[in-house]
């Protein structure tokens, strides 16, 4: 229904942006990925997906095309909600979730929290043959942004995650890592949760 957004960018963070196109503010929930992506100029483009449920209508956005055919497909797996998918593409960039599908990586899309083996193993089956015809991504650059533990910890409570345990987590790694930006410690996070 809305294939995508253009207009100005209003706010920024690892899980969600606010675009205001022409004064209609639209709230969209984005992956990891894609808020590398998104440069801090005030105009941007997003390609959206538009999920509607009983109780909701939420908005999905990608920085680019290939992203957001992968969450559909993710989304096509029974066992897998968009939730799952937007995490999947928060932990991994499209590249290496298409790479695991396609050779049938069970360990790499099972270390991604809220998939179990028999997930998976239905991803795999499901989305192999799919990925070998369609994908051919282009390289993904990762900027890097200051660190921002405060920043990191409010993206991984919006994504589930109890907030003491993920404190702790997310301390161990600025320990660890001080200059890791907020898409590295998120992702060591999401890893170790």
């Known amino acids: 229904m809305i294939a995508h957004l253009q207009g100005k ?7 969600e942006v606010v675009i205001d ?14 808020y590398s992506l998104i440069p801090d100029s005030e ?13 909701a209508h939420v908005l999905f956005g990608f920085a680019e095309k290939s ?22 593409l928060s932990s991994l960039e499209p590249k290496q979730i298409i790479q695991s599908i396609a050779s049938g990586d069970v360990a790499t ?32 650059s990762i900027s890097q942004d200051n ?3 405060d920043e990191a910890l409010s993206a991984l409570e919006v994504l589930g995650f109890n ?20 898409e590295n410690i998120i992702k060591l996070a999401l890893k170790t949760l």
């Open 21 to 34: 196109c022409n004064g209609v503010g639209y709230h969209i929930n984005i992956s990891l990925h894609t």
């Open 9 to 15: 960018l209003v706010e920024k963070n690892p899980t």
């Open 147 to 149: 660190t921002n533990k």
């Open 163 to 182: 907030r003491k345990l993920a404190e702790k987590t997310v301390e161990k790694i600025v320990k660890e890592n001080p200059n890791a930006s907020i």
């Open 43 to 55: 105009n941007i483009k997003l390609f959206t997906y538009l999920q509607i449920k009983e109780d």
């Open 67 to 88: 992203e957001r055919e992968i969450f559909k497909l993710l989304l096509s797996v029974s066992g897998i909600g968009a939730g799952i998918a937007r995490t999947m």
């Open 109 to 140: 899309i099972q270390s991604i929290k809220g998939i179990g083996s028999k997930t998976a193993q239905r991803a795999i089956l499901d989305l192999k043959d799919k990925v070998l015809k369609v994908y051919d991504l282009d390289e993904v």
